[in-house]
Nanobody, 124 residues
Framework: QVQLVESGGGLVQAGGSLRLSCVASGRTFSNYAMAWFRRAPGKEREFVVRISRSGGSTSYADSVRGRFTISRDNAKNTVYLQMNSLKPEDTAVYYC?????????????????WGQGTQVTVSS
């Protein structure tokens, strides 16, 4: 089992920045690829970004590429999501997820473990 706990969400004005963190416990963190998903009100959960086990490879959704940056610190069992130039349409609950497979997955059903989510609200 892997436990994931997100933090760092909040209310920010459009154009602002936030950094989300997700701390993992329970198993060897470096054995998992990590991803961030989000769910906006009234919408399905969508893929945001994924990072490989080593951190050497990333995959971004088109909607956030160039504005969001994922990183990880395996020594701290933590994955981060730096969000810049935030837009009102980025408003959502953000979830981190862990995947035991090295294959790049964007489908949420492929992920094995999930955090409880952290709310991000961007005001216009």
């Amino acid at each position: 089992q892997v436990q994931l706990v997100e933090s760092g969400g909040g209310l920010v004005q459009a154009g602002g920045s936030l950094r989300l963190s997700c701390v993992a416990s329970g198993r060897t963190f470096s054995n998992y690829a990590m991803a961030w998903f989000r769910r906006a009100p009234g919408k399905e959960r969508e893929f945001v970004v994924r990072i490989s086990r080593s951190g050497g490879s990333t995959s971004y959704a088109d909607s956030v590429r160039g504005r969001f940056t994922i990183s990880r610190d395996n020594a701290k069992n933590t994955v981060y999501l730096q969000m810049n130039s935030l837009k009102p349409e980025d408003t959502a609950v953000y979830y981190c997820a862990a995947d035991t497979s090295p294959i790049v997955h964007r489908e949420s059903s492929r992920y094995d473990y999930w955090g409880q989510g952290t709310q991000v609200t961007v005001s216009s």
